[in-house]
């Protein structure tokens, strides 16, 4: 029974295989595959296709040779399966953002489920090295049809690799199929890492399309985002690697923005659309009601600092060591953040999802050094203006706590807070020995309680 169910699975996947089939009768190979894909039998038999062959090869070489030939032909039943399974699920891969919409949305669907279990998830990333790459990559057909009739248009950006199903109306869940599908990949370190290191490209053109997604699609993509940023140990891919590049500039862009010099390597914009998305788009009234209100703020500021004249001296020692003060550091926004805001998202969801990012960038100490020289302080400034939610406004002044001050202030608030908690800790252990006194206290507590009872019982008779 066991071997007619394998049968037929290979069967399925070889019927899956055909190139030149008619969309008509893919549909329903495909649509059978979708059913299959929710059976764990099925996902056991994926798993078992994709690392059959590891296993066989360590067990050929103990095999006797009375048992070869009946090893031969498990050999070629595995391999068998094993290509089934490969070519299988490659098909798959290649029939996303293919030119039949159905057949797309079928295989997006499919995948997810797969996708879903863990152990073949990282089977498959191992598999095809390029998988995450792939499910954005094998869209570029349809991209470039679409690219003939909006030359000359600037609602959508036109990306190599990058393919323009996320923004498809007719695809009835406008992309959330992709985005599930990353978030099932980049669960695992691996294909985060991979992301990364070899198609940072590829990363940042997809990161460009967040400005032009529905609002359907917001939430999924900033969960893609907040799991990147959660990676710790990445953030030196994540972020821009050398603030002093940026410090460099700022000095530009006060010089009437001189020509940058260009970086030897493209930097992950990951940073960079987290705070488009938050900072209010230019000619906004939230734009206008955040400007009015950190102006006054600003003025307010000035004034206290004109009066700490020692403050003063220590800034403009500072400034001849850095090049930029504390309070251009402080109120600097990043030109393109300036320029190139949307924000802010309708739906209070994504907005939380968008501070939660940046809150995981904040816990490292190379992700807040980043954040301070980024802008990141402006860009709290004027959400906190204009957040309606209470929730989100506790987590922006979280943060803001964290970037103002300097990893040397902070670590001596942490000390400080450290010796705090010690005393207090030392107060309470001695509070029941001051509380007890000598030792007679008992004898003296227990003759006044007998007296007071013997003074009851008297009042009583």
Known sequence: MLEEQEASYVELLLLLQQQQQNPKVLLPVLQLVLQCSGDPDFIRFLISGLSSTKEHQNKQQQQEQKQQQQQQQQQQQQQ???EAVVQGLRRLLRLVGGKD???????????????????LAELMLEEYKDMTSLLLENLKRQQQQQQQQQQGEEEVPLHVGISLMLLSSYWKEKGIFLLQILQNVTAKDEAVAFLLQRRMQTLNELLDLLPHLPPLCQQPFLLLLLR??????????????????????????QQQEQQQQQQQHEDCRLLLALCCFLYPKPGSPQRAKAKDELEAQDAEDDKQRQQQQQQQQQQQQQQQETGVTEKQRLRFLHPKVDALSFGPATDPKARRL??????ALAASAYGRETLRWFGVYEVLRAVFCIEPEEELREKVEQMVHLLVFSEEELAQQDSQLQRQAAAAAAATA????????????????????????????SSGS
Not at 430 to 457: C, F, N, R
């Open 101 to 119: 919409g159905s057949l797309s949305a079928l295989s997006t669907e499919i995948l997810i489920n797969l996708t879903a279990n863990e152990t």
């Open 430 to 457: 001695a509070a029941p020995k001051a509380l007890t006194g000598p030792e007679t206290q008992p004898e003296h507590s227990s003759s006044s309680s007998s007296s007071s009872s013997s003074g009851s019982s």
């Open 228 to 253: 990147l940023a959660c990676c710790e140990q990445l953030h030196p891919l994540l972020l821009p690697t050398d603030h002093r590049q940026l410090q460099q500039r700022v000095q530009q862009h």
């Open 80 to 82: 068998h399966q094993r």
């Open 354 to 359: 968008a501070l939660e990012a940046l809150g």
